[in-house]
């Protein structure tokens, strides 16, 4: 089955540091992500768009957001922009890290009924307003996320990882690209 509606290039004939990192993958996970294999079209556009998403969305060392808030904005933006691709894949990374199989499915359906603290609930109407009606903005929508609490260094942080699925599902739903289907069963168990 196809994975996008433009050439999706064979492994063998993609750079060595591309198929390093498939390599990678296909250790930690099982499988290569269709992400991968669609953007892979233009190799090293792939490897500098991973190398930002990779740091924005992993690391837990310099990141002023929680992996759980970073991925509860990525599938908040993904639904607002239905974007089944990013959709799939980071409800199932926030099943995996929360333990929880229902929580994504409520984000997706209107983060606003899930049940979070005040400031989950702030970092993801600023995301979805970002996502929905950036151009209105205002120095009021950082000044209330200050007031709960968040540093500027985090405001930023969250306005970088909704850009980041913004910029991510307009080329996945621009390019027909399907989520691999094990996304839609990996973690349903709760703990």
């Known amino acids: 089955m196809?994975?996008?509606?433009?050439?999706?290039?064979?492994?063998?004939?993609?750079?060595?540091?591309?198929?390093?990192l498939f390599g990678k993958f296909r250790e930690k996970t099982g499988f290569i992500p269709n992400v991968a294999r669609?953007?892979?079209?233009?190799?090293e556009h792939f490897l500098r768009w991973f190398r930002y998403y990779d740091f924005l969305m992993r690391n837990e060392?310099?990141?002023?957001?929680?992996?759980?808030?970073?991925?509860?904005?990525?599938?908040?933006?993904?639904?607002?922009?239905?974007?089944?691709?990013?959709?799939?894949s980071h409800s199932a990374y926030l099943r995996e890290i929360t333990g929880d199989p229902v929580l994504p499915d409520v984000l997706a359906a209107n983060y606003r009924r899930a049940h979070l603290?005040?400031?989950?609930?702030?970092?993801?109407?600023?995301?979805?307003?970002?996502?929905?009606?950036?151009?209105?903005?205002?120095?009021?929508?950082?000044?209330?996320?200050?007031?709960?609490?968040?540093?500027d260094e985090a405001i930023f942080e969250a306005a970088q990882v909704a850009a980041m699925f913004n910029f991510t599902n307009r080329i996945a739903n621009a390019m027909g690209w399907v989520p691999n289907e094990i996304y839609y069963y990996l973690h349903r168990d709760k703990k």
Request: glycine fraction near 2%.
């Open 2 to 20: 196809p994975t996008a509606w433009v050439r999706v290039p064979e492994e063998s004939e993609l750079p060595e540091d591309v198929r390093v």
């Open 38 to 43: 669609n953007f892979a079209l233009t190799p």
């Open 61 to 88: 060392d310099q990141s002023h957001l929680s992996r759980k808030e970073r991925e509860m904005i990525a599938v908040v933006v993904s639904s607002a922009n239905e974007c089944e691709y990013c959709l799939a």
């Open 117 to 151: 603290t005040p400031r989950e609930h702030a970092l993801l109407d600023f995301a979805y307003q970002i996502t929905v009606d950036s151009a209105s903005m205002s120095s009021a929508d950082v000044q209330m996320l200050r007031a709960i609490g968040l540093s």
